[in-house]
């Protein structure tokens, strides 16, 4: 079965400096992965996806991340945060069976303080 | 190009009534996706459909959930006979056929007194 797991809870990080939100998973065959942010009482906005080819995948809003097979994580990154980046990260995986369904991790909260 | 509508946003209801909620997919999608999330928790999917088709209910309560997406109109997640245990906020996505991103919508929040 497909897992996705979010280690952090909360990351706290200063406008300016880079910010990392963690995300590893577990799948039984290729993963396709997806990174979504959710603002207060607003729905998921998608960020990024990798598929396949490059592991360093560019998305919106200055965000990337890196597919690590060999460790099986898929990391959120950004070289200098915003407070207005300050959201509910989401982190997801779907088999490449197909994509109808999509397993969420728990979330990570970003607080960028100025 | 509107995103994914639903409605309503907030539904309030007292235990045993039913709950309908609606979701409009973007422009040129046909498949619809339904994710609940309970508190404090992320998004579990619930029901995947295509028009007139249900493909993937592998994540609906066996009793009182349904949903449908009839050839015209919007999908509806039907709840009856509502208990306390079903607030959560209702998150519908949609994508093209063949599409392997999926964009939600603002959710309905459902709150059972």
């Known amino acids: 079965a497909q897992s996705v797991a979010q280690p952090e809870d909360q990351v706290n990080v200063a406008e300016g400096n880079p910010l990392t939100v963690k995300c590893t998973y577990s799948v039984s065959g290729n993963p396709y992965l997806f990174w979504y942010v959710q603002y207060p009482n607003r729905g998921l906005q998608f960020l990024l996806k990798?598929?396949?080819?490059?592991?360093l995948v560019k998305g919106s809003y200055g965000f990337e991340a890196e597919f690590n097979k060999s460790q099986t994580s898929f990391h959120l990154k950004k070289p200098s945060a915003l407070v207005s980046d300050s959201a509910l990260y989401f982190c997801?995986?779907?088999?490449?069976?197909?994509?109808?369904?999509?397993?969420f991790g728990t979330g990570t909260r970003l607080l960028v303080s100025p | 190009n509107a995103g994914v509508m639903q409605n309503p946003r907030h539904l309030v209801r007292r235990r045993g009534q039913e709950a309908r909620l609606r979701c409009s997919p973007m422009k040129g999608h046909s498949h619809v996706y339904w994710y609940r999330q309970l508190p404090e928790e992320g998004l579990k999917f619930m029901v995947y459909l295509q028009k007139e088709n249900i493909i993937d209910e592998s994540g609906m309560p066996k009793e009182r959930f349904s949903a449908e997406f009839p050839k015209e109109g919007p999908s509806i997640l039907r709840i009856q006979q509502v208990v306390r245990g079903d607030s959560a906020a209702y998150f519908c996505?949609?994508?093209?056929?063949?599409?392997?991103?999926?964009?939600f919508g603002p959710g309905t929040r459902l709150t059972v007194l």
């Open positions: 990798y598929i396949t080819g490059d592991n």
């Open positions: 996505a949609s994508s093209t056929r063949g599409s392997d991103t999926q964009y």
């Open positions: 997801a995986v779907s088999e490449n069976t197909g994509f109808q369904k999509l397993v």
